[in-house]
């Protein structure tokens, strides 16, 4: 148990509008310090000294992303329990909360229409593009080794692009479903898929990060080079986890954390790479279990990047 000084500092830390503002937002996902501050109007040194503030009274967490630093509400503690509470009754009807809503829908949008444009532009050399910084025959191996012997009635390719991940697998799948919002992609995707001859893939136009249930319920989920473009991957996750039946694992191919500054600026990334700390805290919270992970070093020592497997399954499983 705290003390009284400290939880009188917790609920002095909360008690104040922008900073139940700030704890609301933060509760719909990840969100970068740019973007609280376009949300809610503000000066970034403002919104900067509301969200020390909430950090340091153990309401928020921050993960600094080279020159970014993202803010989630705190996953444990009495500050996490706290802010739960509070976020719980905050009235979705009041105009302010309306008005912070409404700019982060807006805000979102912005960004995945950043990213649309970006891949309409490098559909064409999207393949030749993720194979400049990324061991991929070692990663697509691996992934196929996690499936090796199986033939699962229904994988899902969330963000397939191209359509790689489906070739690579299928195998493994009796029927395939890629789904992806870029319409430039997916004519790549099913020219690919045609000219491979696999007539138990498919892929259709669909967002994301809002996904159609019917979709499912897959025994297997991809999300291969995905969740580092968007500002709140674990989101995109718990949405992944609603398609799965029971059991349901999910594969996940990403950058490890990085310091590459121009994937941002030019590629429309919109996250440093994926921790082992964060994998581990969003799949927990969507209700999955990380089974395994593997690293796989770059060739380029210049660029230093690192390409992260991880294995998650569903937790509602039965034995």
């Known amino acids: 148990m705290s003390g009284l000084s400290d939880l009188v500092g917790v609920l002095k830390a909360a008690g104040e509008s922008t900073r139940l503002r700030l704890l609301a937002l933060l509760a719909d996902g990840d969100h970068s310090v740019k973007d609280l501050t376009e949300i809610l109007d503000q000066s970034q040194p403002r919104v900067s000294r509301h969200l020390k503030l909430l950090a340091d009274a153990g309401l928020v967490q921050r993960h600094a992303e080279g020159a970014w630093a993202y803010y989630r509400l705190a996953p444990e503690g009495q500050g996490a329990e706290l802010a739960r509470w509070l976020t719980a009754r905050v009235d979705s009807t009041?105009?302010?909360?309306?008005?912070?809503?409404?700019?982060?829908?807006?805000?979102?949008?912005?960004?995945?229409?950043?990213?649309?444009?970006?891949?309409?532009?490098?559909?064409e050399s999207w393949d030749l593009l993720r194979t400049l910084h990324v061991p991929e025959a070692a990663v697509e191996g691996a992934v196929l080794a996690e499936m090796a012997g199986r033939s699962v009635d229904l994988l899902v390719d969330l963000g397939t692009g191209t359509g790689r991940m489906l070739e690579v697998l299928a195998p493994a799948y009796r029927?395939?479903?890629?789904?992806?919002?870029?319409?430039?992609?997916?004519?790549?995707a099913r020219s690919r898929l045609a000219a491979a001859?696999?007539?138990?893939?498919?892929?259709?136009?669909?967002?994301?990060?809002?996904?159609?249930?019917?979709?499912?319920?897959?025994?297997?989920?991809?999300?291969?080079?995905?969740?580092?473009?968007?500002?709140?991957?674990?989101?995109?996750?718990?949405?992944?986890?609603?398609?799965?039946?029971?059991?349901?694992?999910?594969?996940?191919?990403?950058?490890?954390p990085h310091q590459l500054e121009f994937l941002r600026a030019d590629h429309a990334h919109r996250r440093?790479?994926?921790?082992?700390?964060?994998?581990?805290?969003?799949?927990?919270?969507?209700g999955l279990d990380v089974l395994a992970m593997r690293e796989f070093p770059g060739d380029s020592k210049d660029q230093g990047l690192t390409v992260c497997l991880w294995r998650l399954q569903d937790r509602s499983r039965t034995d």
Do not use: C
């Not at 008005?99 to 444009?117: M, P």
């Not at 029927?175 to 790549?188: C, F, P, Q, T």
């Not at 319920?217 to 029971?246: E, N, S």
């Open 94 to 123: 009041d105009a302010e909360r309306r008005r912070d809503q409404e700019r982060q829908a807006q805000l979102r949008a912005t960004q995945q229409a950043l990213a649309a444009d970006y891949f309409a532009q490098v559909a």
């Open 175 to 188: 029927r395939g479903v890629g789904v992806d919002s870029s319409r430039e992609m997916l004519a790549v």
């Open 197 to 256: 001859g696999l007539t138990n893939a498919q892929v259709r136009l669909g967002d994301i990060a809002a996904l159609d249930p019917a979709i499912g319920p897959a025994d297997v989920i991809v999300i291969h080079q995905v969740l580092h473009y968007f500002d709140d991957p674990g989101r995109m996750l718990a949405q992944a986890r609603r398609l799965l039946k029971p059991g349901g694992e999910i594969l996940i191919v990403d950058f490890a």
């Open 272 to 286: 440093l790479g994926l921790s082992r700390e964060q994998m581990n805290g969003w799949a927990s919270i969507a």
